[in-house]
């Protein structure tokens, strides 16, 4: 998908590195990708957007011939047909040169600083944690090689600027029960399912919520606030509305993954 550079442009500088025994050469820093107005939303969909008992915090954009249909969803949709082609450009570009290749097609627990990380192929994560430490950028490329889908299970991501973790995917990504971070520029279809998203979804082809929340990221790099519902016994909402649970950790606290309890006295007859 990235353009190809000639080789020639780069030959006097080899040769110097070798006559200087300073080969190999350092890899540069991994950078952000310029989405342009596309970083503007949480959501953009191409194909179509399918919402279900799901959440959105910003705004949430399609194209003009995406189609939509939304049950029991909160968000805030708009045709957004410039953001959307501004994203399709940055998707074209890619994330970068590889700092690291992973041959394996799974990543288990692991700690990563900031920098691109290459998967060849599909790349699945199944009941991990993946910390990401420092500042970032931390730029993920999955399918480098012309084929390839993120899968996700009950995986944590973990990181100080989710705003600043990127995924780009060459074919769908498929994500269920996981906390998530980052950007993802899905060349194929994007799946959430039970699953909470501090970043971005932005998908070629259609984007699929449910019961799932996303917390898009602002002008300033942050990811939106998350307003919770005081209420328990209302289904998972993806925060912590605070000590609903009195510490102690039979009770729910009604956050993503938690155990909906009691409502309480209903009727006003203290039963």
Known sequence: MRRSVSKARFLPVVVFALLAGAWPMVAQAASAPGLGSAADFAVLAGTALTCTDSSVAGPVGVNFTTAFASTRCKMQVQNAPGAYGEFLTAYSKGLGTCDTTFDAP??????????????????????????????????????????????????????????????????????????????????GAITMTGTSLDGRALATGAVTMTGSNVFGCNAAGTVASQHCNQGVGNGPEGCDPGNSNQGNPSRSNDELGGTPGNPGRQGGNGK
């Open 106 to 187: 799974t990543l288990g627990s692991t700690s990563l600083t900031s920098g691109v990380y290459c998967f060849p192929a599909a790349l699945t994560m199944t009941s991990a944690t993946l910390t990401l430490t420092g500042t970032g950028p931390w730029n993920f490329e999955i399918g480098t090689s012309g084929t390839g889908a993120l899968t996700a299970t009950s995986l944590t991501v973990i990181s100080t600027n989710p705003c600043n973790v990127y995924w780009w995917v060459h074919d769908d990504t498929t994500i269920k029960d996981s906390a998530f971070q980052g950007t993802i520029l899905g060349g």
